[in-house]
């Protein structure tokens, strides 16, 4: 096989020049950093921790209304306890990881009339006549992806899949797992230089690693902090290292659908999509570096987002704004909902008419939202009649 114009070898696992070349080809492709985990054995101790730590994660009920993370084989273990569970022939994972801060300002500090729209999702691309193109970091980080396996398969023989989220593994135990960073308190993998605002993307391959090139874990630098545990509005962070997805806001605010629970609409504040707080109180983040990213760059319109603009976009705006952005899964009707909570939340009369409007809607959900912010914003005696 030719590489680079010279006839080279195909072999069969990860040796020193491979993982040389492919931690810097993914650097090239505009990755921060790529580290490669060994797949546990079947059997060994750390497959065994693994799968029981995410068994009784799901069995708590931890994961909502996530069905995806519920899905079991034909033998009827959880595909995602351990890789080999859905993936019998991999032996290695390269993470790859992609470093998205930008220096703006944070969510906990108040803005009136905004709302919040997670980081992650403020990425676009500007189009040569000048418009914005929102973009969406699982099509980002997959086209690199592709580009790196191509790469490796041009120099070695190997099965590979590459994931972005949606494959049917944990992504973070693998980043633990290849020494990329350690799982901090709030449940995120942490760098000890990039900190945490890193989205990952992984290839699963059949490489093995030999016994003599596995990772070394990372450091946990937690150390007797408990910053996240002790800012997560809605306790989500149940311990350390542990979290009820079904409490987080990232969850309620994008990927429940229906009804958010009464109890929990208050702590969400004014978070309309995701939740940042328990990274931006991180010390790890305090001195992260800022990302250099090429072709994309921060929509500066979507850090705090006014609500009335959220609230006024029609179908038209919506998908103008946020097609191709990670918001296009929410959809504008949930969005709405969340606006609405955020609304009430503020506390501020000028939303009335717009809440009003809102609680006339045939969209049940809405309506219905729209009802208890209004009776959040009016005190008691200034209440309007329940709808019939
Ligand atoms: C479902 C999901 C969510 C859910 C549940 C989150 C959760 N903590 O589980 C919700 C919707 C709440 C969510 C929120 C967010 N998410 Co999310 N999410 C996922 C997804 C798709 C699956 C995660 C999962 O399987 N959870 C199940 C639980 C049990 O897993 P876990 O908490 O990670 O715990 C495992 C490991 O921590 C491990 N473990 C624990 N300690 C140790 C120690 C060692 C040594 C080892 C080896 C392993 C290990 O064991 C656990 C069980 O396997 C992954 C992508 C993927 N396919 O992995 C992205 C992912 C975790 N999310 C990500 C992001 C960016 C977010 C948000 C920041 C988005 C936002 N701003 O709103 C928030 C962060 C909230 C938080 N504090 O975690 C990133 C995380 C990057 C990072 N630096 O950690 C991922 C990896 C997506 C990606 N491709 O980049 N997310
Ligand atoms: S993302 Fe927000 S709600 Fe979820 S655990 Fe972190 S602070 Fe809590
Ligand atoms: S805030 Fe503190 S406890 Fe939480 S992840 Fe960061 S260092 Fe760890």
Request: some cysteine; overall charge neutral.
């Amino acid at each position: 096989m030719k590489v680079d114009g010279e006839e080279q070898k195909l072999v069969s696992t990860w040796t020193a020049e491979l993982t040389s070349w492919v931690e810097q080809e993914a650097l090239r492709l505009g990755f921060d950093t790529a580290t490669i985990a060994p797949v546990p054995e079947a059997g060994s101790d750390v497959a065994k921790r693994d799968a029981t730590r995410f068994s009784t994660w799901v069995e708590a009920g931890r994961a909502g209304e996530m069905e995806y993370l519920k899905r079991r084989g034909e033998d009827g273990v959880l595909l995602r306890s351990g890789v080999s569970a859905a993936i019998p022939w991999a032996r290695s994972v390269l993470v790859c990881a992609w470093n998205y801060h930008v220096p703006a300002p944070l969510s906990t500090t108040p803005v009136a009339g905004a709302g919040w729209i997670a980081r992650y999702a403020w990425s676009g691309r500007t189009l040569d006549n000048g418009e914005t193109a929102p973009t969406d970091y699982h099509e980002e980080l997959l086209a690199k992806l592709r580009s790196l396996e191509a790469g490796l398969k041009n120099r070695v023989s190997t099965d590979t899949r590459c994931y972005v989220d949606t494959g049917p593994l944990v992504e973070r135990s693998m980043a633990a797992l290849s020494g990329l960073g350690w799982i901090g308190k709030n449940t995120c993998v942490i760098n000890e230089q990039l900190g945490s605002w890193l989205l990952l993307g992984v290839i699963v391959t059949s490489l093995p690693v030999s016994n003599d090139a596995v990772p070394q874990l990372a450091a946990d630098r937690c150390g007797s902090c408990t910053r996240c545990l002790d800012a997560c509005p809605t306790q989500a962070l149940i311990g350390p290292r542990e979290m009820d997805a079904s409490r987080c806001i990232a969850y309620l605010t994008i990927e429940k659908k229906g009804a958010i629970p009464e109890e929990l609409r208050e702590p969400m504040g004014r978070q309309v999509f995701g939740c940042d707080i328990c990274q931006e109180v991180c010390p790890w983040n305090r001195r992260a570096p800022v990302a250099i990213q090429q072709g994309t760059r921060m929509r500066p319109e979507l850090v705090n987002p006014a609500l009335e603009w959220l609230a006024s976009l029609d179908p038209n705006d919506f998908r103008k704004n946020f097609k191709g952005s990670p918001l296009e899964r929410t959809r504008r009707r949930r969005l709405h909902r969340n606006v609405a909570i955020a609304m009430g939340n503020s506390r501020d009369k000028t939303f009335l008419p717009q809440l009003e409007a809102w609680r006339q809607s045939e969209d049940e959900v809405l309506a219905e939202s729209a009802g208890w912010a209004i009776r959040q914003i009016l005190p008691s005696d200034e209440k309007s009649p329940p709808m019939t």
